[in-house]
């Protein structure tokens, strides 16, 4: 079946260091994936729409610039969390949908990056 | 705003039926669907329901939507110890995609 493919799992970085996170369609191509945080005990946030080819569309209180996404081909979006701080250690995941199916079958979600910010 | 609402923990003997329980207020939600998650993975979609439905079964699991109380619940029959994960209940309007998750109920399975 179709794959999401997320990188890293788990990065730890020093404070004030960006990082890049991987979300990847490997057998699909996904105009629109979808970002989100996850914190312990609590619900998927939805933090932004990535749109391949224009920009991404934030969630209220997400803030643009420390949340940069790039949608730059039909199988990839990267998330970087830019000068990164120990608030934003928290777990995202992404998700990604193929639309040559049953629209509601074909969310597909990846295994998600555990940031650990120092 | 829009908001699921879905307890935290259940715990249940193998065995067993599980019976997950799930709110949500936002009446122009067009499907409902039940997201499972094991550790450190990503989320599988178990099955969802459309808002004009009542009730879908698939093998093991039966969904059950009250759409007047805007209540959801997801019962797994024979519970075993595979079923331990988070199951995360979630609404969107399909319009764009957007789907609003709980918080997520973490299910225990005794032996």
């Known amino acids: 079946g179709a794959v999401v493919s997320q990188h890293p799992s788990w990065v730890i970085c020093k404070s004030g260091t960006s990082v890049k996170i991987e979300c990847r369609s490997l057998?699909?191509?996904?105009?629109?994936m979808f970002w989100y945080r996850q914190f312990p005990k609590q619900s998927l946030m939805l933090m932004a729409t990535?749109?391949?080819?224009?920009?991404?569309?934030?969630e209220q209180g997400v803030e643009k610039d420390k949340f940069l996404i790039n949608h730059a081909s039909l199988t990839l979006s990267t998330l970087t969390v830019t000068s990164a701080h120990p608030e934003d250690s928290s777990f995202y995941i992404c998700?990604?949908?193929?639309?040559?199916?049953?629209?509601?079958?074909?969310?597909?979600f990846g295994s998600g990056t555990q940031l650990s910010v120092l | 705003g829009e908001d699921v609402e879905q307890s935290l923990f259940l715990s249940v003997r193998e065995g067993d039926s599980s019976v997950i329980n799930c709110t949500y207020t936002d009446s122009s939600s067009t499907y409902l669907y039940w997201y499972k998650q094991e550790p450190g993975a990503g989320l599988q979609l178990l099955t969802y329901i459309f808002s004009n439905m009542d009730m879908k079964q698939d093998q093991r699991l039966t969904v059950l939507l009250n759409k007047k109380d805007k209540h959801l619940s997801l019962r797994i029959a024979d519970t075993q110890t595979g079923d331990s994960a988070i199951y995360f209940c979630a609404e969107g309007e399909n319009r764009d995609d957007k789907i609003i998750f709980g918080k997520g109920t973490r299910l225990h399975i005794l032996p």
């Open positions: 057998d699909f191509q996904a105009t629109t």
């Open positions: 998700s990604a949908r193929d639309h040559t199916g049953p629209a509601n079958e074909k969310l597909f």
């Open positions: 990535s749109n391949e080819g224009s920009k991404a569309t934030y």
